[in-house]
């Protein structure tokens, strides 16, 4: 009895063994009569017959491109093969047929070293030291020159360069030329050349800014004592990016005389008699500017130093009776 029970489990198990390796070939022979889709970013573009066919369509249409575009140019958008039903509307295309409506589904994209701004892709360049070469370039054109640092400047978006596909038009051939597209962006900046009697007050007016706006413009610059041929920034342009950087600035400011009034009795009353001038002091304020491309958006001071005390003005001031009580 255990024996026949053995059997038949055994019988089962090859019987269902059976019907699963058949399932699995029918599946398979199911599969390999499929014709073989094109997809552009997943989705199917054109059907062939075969594998192999598939791969020669894609062949042809990178060469087309490459033809057109230059030998380092790929598809911009992923491009795969693989099994997949006819469509009802869809019919099976020779390698040619299949190539020219491939081309009218992808972009032309060369694979250069991207600089990517908080994950946008803005330009390329044909190496690393390219690329990092730029962005130094462009720390150094949107911080101020004549202040001190006191810390590498850095960019406010994330900034990041790695090897990838971009468009054609995207790629600059030297680091130059990328900072300058970097730097003036959609919009550049707009400078003024001092002429001869021009003031910083009249430059302000003519650009529609106050004064204060224009220092904040050029923090670097000593608006009192600008000379024929100094360039003035008038206008901030539009960056791609946006550098910030953190300067040292010593000014020297004027400390306010106090006023002191001694009154004295034997003085004719309303009688004012200045006993000692008074004299301002001088401090020193060391401070800590911050700069987004060039312009000054806050600063605080970290140390102050009283170089000279001020000295007070003494008034004597008559306590006696006028004049005309007398």
Same mark, same amino acid.
């Given at each position: 009895?255990?024996?026949?029970?053995?059997?038949?489990?055994?019988?089962?198990?090859?019987?269902?063994?059976?019907? #699963?390796?058949?399932?699995?070939?029918?599946?398979? *022979?199911?599969?390999?009569?499929?014709?073989?889709?094109?997809?552009?970013?997943?989705?199917?573009?054109? +059907?062939? #017959?075969?594998?192999?066919?598939?791969?020669?369509?894609?062949?042809?249409?990178? $060469?087309?491109?490459?033809?057109?575009?230059?030998?380092?140019?790929?598809? !911009?958008?992923?491009?795969?093969?693989? /099994?997949?039903?006819?469509?009802?509307?869809?019919?099976?295309?020779?390698? #040619?047929? $299949? $190539?020219?409506?491939?081309?009218?589904?992808?972009?032309?994209?060369?694979?250069? +070293? =991207?600089?990517?701004?908080?994950?946008?892709?803005?330009? %390329?360049?044909?190496?690393?030291?390219?690329?990092? *070469? $730029?962005?130094?370039?462009?720390? %150094? !054109?949107?911080?101020?020159?004549?202040?001190?640092?006191?810390?590498?400047?850095?960019?406010?978006?994330?900034?990041?360069?790695?090897?990838?596909?971009?468009?054609?038009?995207?790629?600059?051939?030297?680091?130059?030329?990328?900072?300058?597209?970097?730097?003036?962006?959609?919009?550049?900046?707009?400078?003024?050349?001092?002429?001869?009697?021009?003031?910083?007050?009249?430059? %302000?007016?003519?650009?529609?800014?106050?004064?204060?706006?224009?220092?904040?413009?050029?923090?670097?610059?000593?608006?009192?004592?600008?000379?024929?041929?100094?360039?003035?920034?008038? /206008? =901030?342009?539009?960056?791609?990016?946006? =550098?910030?950087?953190?300067? *040292?600035?010593?000014?020297?400011?004027?400390?306010?005389?106090?006023?002191?009034?001694?009154?004295?009795?034997?003085?004719?009353?309303?009688?004012?008699?200045?006993k000692q001038r008074g004299r301002e002091g001088l401090r020193e304020v060391v401070w800590e500017v911050v700069?987004?491309?060039?312009?000054?958006?806050?600063? *605080?001071?970290? /140390?102050?130093?009283?170089?000279?005390?001020?000295?007070?003005?003494?008034?004597?001031?008559?306590?006696?009776?006028?004049?005309?009580?007398?």
């Amino acid at each position: 009895m255990m024996r026949h029970a053995t059997v038949s489990w055994v019988e089962r198990a090859i019987y269902w063994l059976l019907i #699963a390796v058949l399932t699995i070939l029918l599946l398979w *022979q199911w599969r390999t009569n499929l014709p073989t889709a094109i997809f552009v970013n997943g989705e199917p573009v054109a +059907w062939l #017959a075969s594998e192999c066919l598939a791969q020669a369509a894609v062949r042809l249409a990178l $060469a087309q491109l490459q033809r057109k575009h230059g030998r380092d140019v790929t598809f !911009a958008e992923t491009v795969v093969t693989g /099994k997949l039903p006819l469509r009802p509307t869809a019919q099976i295309l020779a390698p #040619a047929e $299949a $190539a020219e409506l491939l081309l009218r589904r992808v972009r032309p994209a060369r694979v250069a +070293w =991207v600089i990517f701004v908080d994950g946008r892709p803005t330009l %390329a360049l044909p190496s690393k030291r390219d690329a990092e *070469q $730029a962005l130094e370039l462009v720390k %150094a !054109a949107l911080t101020p020159r004549n202040l001190p640092l006191l810390r590498p400047p850095r960019f406010r978006e994330r900034v990041t360069v790695r090897r990838s596909p971009i468009a054609p038009d995207l790629v600059v051939p030297d680091p130059e030329k990328a900072a300058r597209r970097l730097v003036q962006g959609s919009e550049p900046p707009v400078y003024h050349t001092v002429r001869a009697g021009e003031f910083a007050s009249h430059i %302000a007016r003519r650009y529609g800014v106050t004064l204060e706006e224009l220092h904040r413009l050029n923090p670097d610059r000593d608006l009192n004592r600008i000379r024929i041929g100094d360039q003035l920034l008038v /206008k =901030v342009g539009k960056p791609l990016v946006t =550098v910030i950087s953190v300067h *040292q600035q010593v000014t020297h400011e004027p400390i306010p005389y106090e006023v002191k009034r001694q009154l004295v009795p034997h003085l004719t009353g309303g009688t004012i008699v200045t006993k000692q001038r008074g004299r301002e002091g001088l401090r020193e304020v060391v401070w800590e500017v911050v700069c987004e491309n060039g312009r000054e958006v806050r600063r *605080q001071p970290v /140390k102050t130093r009283t170089l000279r005390d001020p000295v007070p003005e003494i008034l004597l001031v008559g306590g006696g009776l006028p004049r005309s009580a007398r």
